[in-house]
């Protein structure tokens, strides 16, 4: 059996760490076990759905390294799920409703001051012929709920029925399904809930592995008696633990908040979103794998914590940094050149830079230092001036080889008797306009002597 997974999230807004976290474990579990990766999109809410979203999603997970062996949308199967109503309803299993809202809500009440579980009583399947003539010529028309299979003759009578299964994440997991409503899987005005649609094509796609948020583990009781009810076996299920924000709140796609969309921008490297989305929450250590076969030899669902992880966006920056440290000049050449980087000084700058940068981007602010000059001179003392033009004086004839620093450095120490800060803070803040930054041992080659004798205060 071919490993298929699929990922599925509704086209309403862009993906967030959170959605990506879900994309990469699917993404990665394919990888591990030779699998085919479905991207589907739950559109069945047409109005709330936008291509431009899908779109955009697809974008996302290319930029992270997913790339689905087949795309597909819901919007496009309608007829599919419709075939699937028709046999639930031919086995009884699918029945028309006619309570509004309100009614329902009242009747939970009832029944939480009657100390019974606010469920679905079912009274629909007691309706008769005239009582559903006359909500007929009233104009209402049925949702249809699914018929769980939690009684043994009387539907009005459930009975504790325990659906189990060995959760990839959770280990053994069971939902009573005497403490669930009938699922509601069509509305009023004919439109699918995400429910059945999910059912159908995980059976259709041939999908062998769910692997999902544990806000659905609810729905996963719903969901294999509805594999079961249309003869499907139901396949494996995992459901990891979802991400907060550090002070607890969930994310959601429609705020936009930590959207793929906005790190990249921040100029985060899609491994650090990818190995921070993934190893959160886990019993691994969180570290920046250099790629996703690099993550996917870290992955293991079953060490994935059961409760929800706090994600802190400081640490991507953290991980940020230490990929760009290690990122050799091959990786790093051509999106230099798109910023401007180029020509024979671009690998050894590169190279003197790498270790200083928060995001890629920064590289041109050092790259403009280098070339241009500081963007503002440096304020000095009259000491350090004086100071300064003594240790310009002794700047070293070209050419220049690797120890021309180490050779400068000892002359002005030899000149002026300083050494230590004293001696390399104007230096540096004379050469490149800051108090840190690369080693100006890896600068000042760089610049060469005339660029060099061009910051003299
Ligand atoms: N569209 C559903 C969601 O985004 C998919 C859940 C599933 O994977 O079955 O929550």
Not at 90 to 105: G, M, Q, S, V
Not at 129 to 147: I, K, M
């Amino acid at each position: 059996m071919t490993v298929t997974v699929r990922f599925a999230p509704s086209p309403t807004g862009r993906i967030h760490i959170g959605n990506a976290r879900t994309a990469l474990f699917n993404w990665l579990f394919a990888m591990n076990n030779k699998g085919r990766f479905i991207q589907r999109f739950d559109d069945t809410d047409i109005a709330r759905s936008k291509q431009e979203f899908a779109d955009s999603i697809l974008y996302d997970l290319h930029w992270l390294g997913i790339f689905p062996d087949a795309t597909d949308y819901q919007s496009r199967r309608f007829e599919i799920y419709d075939a699937a109503v028709e046999k639930l309803k031919a086995a009884r299993l699918l029945y028309p409703c006619y309570e509004t809202p309100e009614e329902l809500d009242l009747r939970r009440k009832v029944r939480r001051t009657r100390g019974l579980p606010p469920v679905y009583g079912r009274e629909a399947l007691t309706l008769t012929t005239e009582q559903v003539a006359e909500y007929r010529s009233d104009g209402r028309r049925p949702h249809w709920r699914f018929l769980l299979p939690n009684f043994t003759s009387d539907p009005q009578q459930p009975e504790r029925t325990e659906v189990h299964w060995n959760d990839l994440v959770r280990g053994e997991e069971t939902v009573d399904l005497a403490s669930l409503s009938d699922p509601v899987l069509v509305r009023e005005d004919g439109t699918y809930l995400y429910t059945l649609p999910s059912v159908v094509d995980d059976i259709d796609m041939g999908v062998s592995h769910v692997i999902r948020g544990d806000d659905h583990v609810t729905n996963t009781g719903v969901q294999i008696s509805i594999f079961k009810a249309l003869g499907a076996e139901p396949p494996v299920f995992g459901h990891h633990n979802l991400l907060t924000t550090t002070t607890g709140e969930g994310l959601s796609k429609r705020s936009g908040a930590l959207s793929i969309e906005s790190l990249r921008e921040d100029g985060i490297e899609p491994m650090a979103v990818a190995s921070l989305a993934v190893l959160v929450g886990t019993s691994e250590n969180v570290t920046a794998a250099h790629d996703l076969n690099e993550l996917a030899g870290h992955f293991d669902p079953a060490a994935t914590s059961k409760s929800a992880a706090k994600f802190d966006p400081d640490e991507l920056f953290v991980l940020n940094r230490s990929l760009l440290h290690h990122l050799s000049f091959e990786e790093a050449r051509d999106r230099l050149m798109v910023l401007g980087i180029s020509g024979d000084k671009a690998e050894p700058f590169w190279m003197a830079v790498r270790g200083n940068l928060d995001r890629l981007a920064d590289a041109v602010t050092w790259w403009r230092i280098l070339s241009e000059g500081p963007p503002e001179p440096a304020e000095f003392s009259g000491e350090d001036r004086d100071f300064l033009n003594q240790a310009f004086d002794v700047l070293p004839e070209e050419p220049w080889n690797g120890t021309v620093w180490k050779d400068w450095t000892g002359k002005i120490k030899e000149a002026t008797g300083r050494k230590g800060k004293p001696l390399f803070m104007p230096l540096r803040l004379a050469l490149t306009g800051r108090t840190a930054g690369p080693e100006l041992s890896d600068l000042l080659p760089l610049m060469g002597r005339e660029g060099t004798l061009a910051r003299r205060p």
